[in-house]
């Protein structure tokens, strides 16, 4: 039970400290258009769970992700709060729903995917994943992330670590009117994605990084498992 309040309570104070900026106000189609994008690469995040050292059937992820560059003179810090549940040796299904207060929006992420794990009967190293998550309760844009992912996990002495590609696909719709050439907003976003976690007695925590040629995503976070 205290495990499961310090979770909570980290859960708490990431979801009250990040800063962003989802407006459109002074860009042009283009940059508008990159804030979009900037926002379905962060929803690409998903669980890190380690197929072959997971006895438990409830796990929750809490953390920080950020941009190495500036967004349009801003520093990105927002939250990352998944649920993973495992439903049989191969399958676990996992989800978001969260919001957040920005000084402009009142963000709300909403969604849910499921892993599939793989690979020889004694060691399943393999996961293959994809999610669908959208974003809402921003003025100027809706938005809806579908993300698929490969994994390869190695475990090692110290820490474990998770390798893979992702490709990210995202919709928009544009709610703000100055920008007359701005309606729906389409794209994919190829990527290459490392973690390393280091397992303790009770958590296990987590930093990783999804690597496209012109963005760099940076995460940390902590990992609990229940029951």
């Known amino acids: ?36 994008f900037h926002a379905s690469y962060w929803l690409s995040n998903n669980p890190k769970l380690n197929p072959d050292f997971s006895n438990h059937r409830l796990g929750i992820s809490t953390g920080y992700s950020s941009y190495f560059r500036e967004i349009h003179d801003d ?28 000084k402009k929006d009142a963000p709300h992420v909403i969604g849910s995917g499921f892993q599939y794990y793989f690979g020889k009967d004694d060691s399943k190293t393999w996961v293959s994943s994809i999610q669908r998550i959208d974003l809402k309760g921003v003025a100027h844009f809706r938005l809806t992330s579908i993300t698929m992912n490969i994994n390869k996990w190695f475990s090692g002495t110290l820490v474990d670590y998770c390798l893979g590609v992702g ?43 999804n690597i496209h040629p012109n963005y760099q995503l940076f995460r940390a976070y902590i990992m609990k498992n229940f029951f």
């Open 75 to 102: 520093r990105w810090i927002l939250p990352d709060f998944d649920i993973i549940m495992r439903v049989t040796g191969n399958l676990s299904l996992t989800g978001k729903l969260y919001g957040f207060q920005l």
């Open 1 to 36: 039970m205290i495990y499961f309040l310090i979770t909570l309570g980290s859960a708490v104070v990431v979801l009250s400290a990040q800063q962003a900026n989802f407006r459109f106000d002074d860009l042009d189609g283009e940059n508008a258009q990159n804030i979009v």
């Open 167 to 209: 490709a990210n696909i995202f919709k928009g719709r544009s709610y703000y009117k100055s920008i007359a050439t701005l309606g729906n907003i389409e794209g994919q976003a190829n990527f290459f994605s490392m973690d390393v976690i280091k397992p303790f007695n009770s958590f296990k925590s987590g930093i990783g990084f």
